[in-house]
């Protein structure tokens, strides 16, 4: 197993930067082994094939970076610090926020529906060994990558891609409104200017596709960890409902994955060319 997978562009020639933290289906055997779940219970968790919607975007000139192990191993979408007390050994019960306290910490108790992964509790130092193996190396990659990128173009926009059940925005639609094909989040402006988010939101709607901002899913750890519009350093996360193109009871593709993964290349093609020379380029957050 390794920490991620980066997927280089031939010619680098876009500022955006593609992610999927969560797209990971190889399971380690000490997971199986430690859990009575069977793994399409554990693949529920998973951003599943969301890393497939992705392969045309080093094709479109942008980086592509993959995290290398499932989200019920290690979530990289939350801080190291991020660890359950109810799970891990040796943790205190100080100050858990609601995400840690759900059991979705960045070394997950429970993966949907509350389901818990493991028959007890992990040793804190297997909780480090993995937040040394795996989450530090991602977010180090991901780290020289945005800077890069900047130093390259003088912006960067990164795009941090993950699916939703169906289900999720359920008990968020207001009266009238339908629901969503895609939520987009910027931590409420925070993590990106907002010509950025406008323009991925435009990218997805020209597909057809119906948008929502912020709600159910503003935007987690990496989104806020690497969002600085006064720096150049755009941050977005997007969610897009995994009925689209994926069956999720068996956590496999349905018959229309090849018309959607279409779309998507469309989509990223679009995303791409934020800021780059093949396509329109936006103003710098300074200017």
């Not at 980086?63 to 190291?80: E, I, K, Q, T």
């Not at 109810?86 to 100080?94: E, F, K, M, P």
């Not at 040394?132 to 180090?140: D, G, L």
């Not at 993590?191 to 020209?206: I, L």
């Amino acid at each position: 197993m390794t920490p991620f997978e980066l997927v280089q562009p031939k010619r680098v020639t876009s500022c955006v930067v593609f992610a999927s933290p969560h797209s990971a289906r190889d399971y380690p055997a000490d997971l199986l082994r430690a859990s009575p779940l069977d793994i399409c219970a554990l693949r529920s968790s998973e951003d599943a094939y969301v890393d497939l919607l992705l392969r045309a975007a080093p094709e479109q000139g942008a980086p592509l970076l993959l995290g290398g192990v499932p989200r019920a191993y290690v979530d990289y979408n939350r801080a190291a610090g991020e660890l359950d007390p109810a799970l891990i050994d040796g943790v205190g019960r100080v100050s858990l926020n609601p995400r840690v306290a759900a059991g979705l910490g960045v070394i997950p108790r429970v993966v949907s529906r509350g389901r818990a992964i493991y028959r007890g509790k992990l040793p804190r130092a297997e909780a480090e060994r993995r937040i040394a193996q795996f989450w530090r190396p991602y977010h180090s990659a991901l780290d020289t990558l945005l800077q890069s990128q900047r130093a390259r173009f003088g912006q960067t926009i990164l795009l941090d891609m993950h699916s939703m059940p169906h289900e999720a925005v359920g008990n968020d639609l207001r009266r009238g409104r339908d629901r969503p094909d895609v939520v987009v989040g910027d931590r409420f402006g925070a993590a990106a200017a907002p010509w950025v988010v406008e323009a991925v939101e435009a990218a997805f709607r020209a597909a057809g596709l119906r948008v929502a901002r912020n709600a159910p899913f503003a935007g987690a750890h990496v989104v806020q960890a690497y969002g600085r519009p006064s720096m150049n350093m755009h941050a977005v996360q997007v969610e897009i409902d995994r009925t689209l193109y994926l069956d999720e009871a068996r956590v496999e593709p349905h018959s229309g994955f090849a018309d959607f993964q279409a779309l998507m290349n469309r989509v990223v093609g679009e995303l791409a060319a934020l800021g780059s020379g093949a396509g329109q380029v936006l103003p710098l957050a300074a200017e």
